[in-house]
């Protein structure tokens, strides 16, 4: 590794190892975005289903939620940089193969939603996306490995940028992507990143590490070492628990976002919407890259969700793609901050070589709620929301000044989800948890 001078700014002090790193997983995780905002715009457009969209979330949500401990035991096993090749292996093997089922299926078929070609080809393009949940359990290890403590909120803070700088420029692509040049040559772009990243990650040297514990040679999954690691940290369960009814809630957004948008812009429009959108990632990331997170990262993650929830209570309350555009760019803005001060906190108080298991555990408990959300809420949103804002009692009630119609119908269902949320964080921040572990880090 390279010195690093004291005397520098504190982003600029942060070795050239850990910034090729982040380039080589920044073009990863756009690849994976890519696919996986292709694929289900596609979906929609194919199909017309928002009972299709919300299942393929439901998909997507429950297996990133039972892969967590595997991956992150795989993280703690293997050198990172094995762990990272072998994601990038799995991605490019699984996209291989989604594309030789589009090729070969007829497209009558793959307009079908209950097609069984069509659940094969879509299964195995959000795996091939998810074998990339890898990278990001292995780069926030990176982080504890290469930085000092005083660094990691703010290079946490430039990984919630890259995330951001993937999630802009896969928008805008996926959708003039689907919209232009069609899924087969999508998938085919997909497949050539992909190459270009393990290409130019087999050429990276990687600290040494210390050789794993026998412990972890032998255990690929060792919840209960996991679990006695984290109840060593008062209000550890707390955090994880609270923000996995978070993401319980976001299932909601998750399944039915693109529905909604897609009632009120054409694909292409929205593609673009989502990418110019995604600059609140780059900018929350570049805000906690350079000043942190304060002296309690655990307080500025709850005031954080106050304010993403209040967003969601009113960014759909009338049919506008200007106070939707508004309130997610809000929104997006804060989710860096978040992300940033929960990894801050376990990389602090867990031991390195147990890092990955716990960014894995905490990754499938908190993931687990949201394919639960995703399954439910298109049922929900198609037979009960929907009616109800159509042909329902709610056009009476509220429909004078709400609007009616299918997207005023989801409309509501975000407005009571953000309610919800809001209500919850505010109860949270008086519970006991909040307070032990707040006082303690």
Same mark, same amino acid.
């Given at each position: 590794?390279? =010195? !690093?001078?004291?005397?520098?700014?504190?982003? $600029? +002090?942060?070795?050239? #190892?850990?910034? /090729?790193?982040?380039?080589? @997983?920044?073009?990863?995780?756009?690849?994976?975005?890519?696919?996986?905002?292709?694929?289900?715009?596609?979906?929609?457009?194919?199909?017309?289903?928002?009972?299709?969209?919300?299942?393929?979330?439901?998909?997507?949500?429950?297996?990133?939620?039972?892969?967590?401990?595997?991956?992150?035991?795989?993280?703690?096993?293997?050198?990172?940089?094995?762990?990272?090749?072998?994601?990038?292996?799995?991605?490019?093997?699984?996209?291989?193969?989604?594309?030789?089922?589009?090729?070969?299926?007829?497209?009558?078929?793959?307009?079908?939603?209950?097609?069984?070609?069509?659940?094969?080809?879509?299964?195995?393009?959000?795996?091939?996306?998810?074998?990339?949940?890898?990278?990001?359990?292995?780069?926030?290890?990176?982080? =504890? !490995?290469?930085?000092?403590?005083?660094?990691? $909120? +703010?290079?946490?803070? #430039?990984?919630? /940028?890259?995330?951001?700088? @993937?999630?802009?420029?896969?928008?805008?692509?996926?959708?003039?992507?689907?919209?232009?040049?069609?899924?087969?040559?999508?998938?085919?772009?997909?497949?050539?990143?992909?190459?270009?990243?393990?290409?130019?990650?087999?050429?990276?040297?990687?600290?040494?590490?210390?050789?794993?514990?026998?412990?972890?040679?032998?255990?690929?999954?060792?919840?209960?070492?996991?679990?006695?690691?984290?109840?060593?940290?008062?209000?550890?369960?707390?955090?994880?628990?609270?923000?996995?009814?978070?993401?319980?809630?976001?299932?909601?957004?998750?399944?039915?976002?693109?529905?909604?948008?897609?009632?009120?812009?054409?694909?292409?429009?929205?593609?673009?919407?989502?990418?110019?959108?995604?600059?609140?990632?780059?900018?929350?990331?570049?805000?906690?890259?350079?000043?942190?997170?304060?002296?309690?990262?655990?307080?500025?993650?709850?005031?954080?969700?106050?304010?993403?929830?209040?967003?969601?209570?009113?960014?759909?309350?009338?049919?506008?793609?200007?106070?939707?555009?508004?309130?997610?760019?809000?929104?997006?803005?804060?989710?860096?901050?978040?992300?940033?001060?929960?990894?801050?906190?376990?990389?602090?108080?867990?031991?390195?070589?147990?890092?990955?298991?716990?960014?894995?555990?905490?990754?499938?408990?908190?993931?687990?709620?949201?394919?639960?959300?995703?399954?439910?809420?298109?049922?929900?949103?198609?037979?009960?929301?929907?009616?109800?804002?159509?042909?329902?009692?709610?056009?009476?009630?509220?429909?004078?000044?709400?609007?009616?119609?299918?997207?005023?119908?989801?409309?509501?269902?975000?407005?009571?989800?953000?309610?919800?949320?809001?209500?919850?964080?505010?109860?949270?921040?008086?519970?006991?948890?909040?307070?032990?572990?707040?006082?303690?880090?």
């Amino acid at each position: 590794m390279e =010195t !690093i001078n004291p005397s520098a700014p504190a982003v $600029d +002090r942060l070795p050239r #190892l850990f910034y /090729t790193i982040l380039i080589n @997983s920044l073009t990863a995780s756009l690849t994976n975005n890519f696919v996986w905002f292709a694929v289900t715009f596609w979906v929609y457009l194919e199909t017309k289903s928002v009972v299709a969209t919300s299942v393929m979330a439901g998909v997507y949500t429950g297996t990133v939620a039972l892969s967590g401990f595997f991956l992150g035991s795989l993280v703690d096993r293997y050198p990172k940089k094995q762990a990272m090749l072998l994601s990038s292996l799995g991605s490019l093997l699984l996209y291989l193969i989604a594309a030789t089922i589009y090729v070969l299926t007829p497209s009558a078929v793959l307009k079908d939603p209950a097609s069984l070609a069509l659940w094969a080809f879509i299964i195995l393009s959000l795996l091939g996306a998810i074998a990339g949940n890898m990278r990001s359990i292995a780069l926030a290890t990176v982080v =504890t !490995i290469l930085l000092p403590e005083a660094q990691r $909120d +703010r290079a946490n803070g #430039l990984v919630g /940028t890259a995330n951001g700088v @993937s999630f802009l420029i896969a928008s805008i692509f996926s959708g003039l992507g689907i919209g232009f040049i069609g899924m087969a040559w999508t998938l085919i772009l997909a497949i050539i990143l992909t190459g270009i990243v393990i290409v130019h990650l087999w050429g990276l040297s990687f600290p040494k590490q210390e050789a794993p514990t026998t412990e972890s040679q032998h255990d690929s999954i060792d919840v209960r070492g996991t679990i006695r690691a984290i109840q060593l940290i008062p209000g550890m369960f707390g955090l994880i628990f609270f923000n996995t009814f978070n993401n319980f809630l976001g299932g909601v957004f998750m399944s039915l976002m693109d529905a909604y948008g897609l009632s009120l812009a054409s694909v292409q429009t929205w593609g673009i919407l989502w990418g110019v959108l995604s600059l609140g990632f780059i900018i929350g990331g570049l805000v906690v890259a350079r000043v942190g997170l304060g002296k309690n990262p655990l307080r500025t993650l709850f005031l954080a969700n106050i304010a993403m929830w209040t967003v969601c209570v009113f960014f759909t309350i009338q049919a506008s793609i200007v106070l939707l555009a508004a309130g997610m760019f809000g929104y997006l803005c804060l989710i860096p901050v978040v992300e940033a001060a929960e990894q801050t906190i376990i990389q602090k108080v867990i031991p390195p070589e147990r890092q990955g298991r716990v960014f894995g555990f905490a990754q499938s408990v908190e993931q687990a709620a949201s394919p639960l959300t995703a399954f439910m809420i298109g049922p929900i949103a198609q037979f009960i929301f929907i009616p109800f804002m159509t042909t329902g009692a709610g056009v009476d009630w509220i429909g004078s000044w709400f609007g009616t119609g299918t997207a005023r119908g989801l409309a509501l269902l975000f407005t009571l989800t953000g309610l919800i949320g809001l209500i919850i964080t505010l109860v949270a921040m008086r519970s006991k948890a909040y307070r032990t572990l707040s006082s303690a880090y």
